[in-house]
């Protein structure tokens, strides 16, 4: 094996180490994409809670006897303060997300010029291969050329 060659096999090699680096960089932004709607779901779901408790006072005209409306006040501080947490540990999780992406651009971008790399390796291999194979019937045509002469003789 020529020293070109192995050359094109260590590029191989790390070609495909590049591209599971972003396959699995893929499927880890695939993950935070598919908590962050999770995170967004239940967000929504603590507003509604939180508005709901709201509705239930105005709906009774403020009637409510007080330790149920202390309880109510109590239920919606609590739900709104979770939404809060929620919204914080969202924000958290989406700056997390934007550095995910900027390290899958980046391992995109190294794949694609390893392929580079390797497409010209490959090519170099090729002239050099077809070099060689060019120089062997060469001689074999001229030591045709010479038995025939020799022959002729």
């Known amino acids: 094996m020529t020293r070109e060659a192995r050359h094109l096999k260590q590029l191989d090699t790390l070609a495909d180490l590049r591209e599971r680096e972003r396959d699995r960089l893929e499927a880890d932004l695939a993950t935070r994409r598919a908590t962050q709607q999770r995170f967004q779901t239940n967000l929504a779901r603590l507003e509604q809670l939180a508005q709901g408790g709201t509705s239930a006072n105005s709906s009774a ?45 980046g391992a995109a971008l190294d794949h694609m010029v390893m392929g580079k790399v390797r497409e010209r ?8 291969q077809a070099g060689r194979d060019q120089k062997t019937q060469d001689e074999m045509a001229n030591q045709a050329w010479l038995r025939r002469l020799a022959a002729s003789q």
């Open 121 to 128: 390796q490959q090519a170099l291999v090729g002239r050099l």
């Open 61 to 105: 005209g403020g009637n409510l006897p007080l330790a149920l409306s202390l309880n109510s006040a109590n239920y919606k501080q609590a739900v709104l303060q979770l939404a809060d947490r929620h919204r914080q540990d969202l924000a958290l999780h989406e700056a997390q997300m934007a550095q995910a992406q900027q390290a899958l651009q």
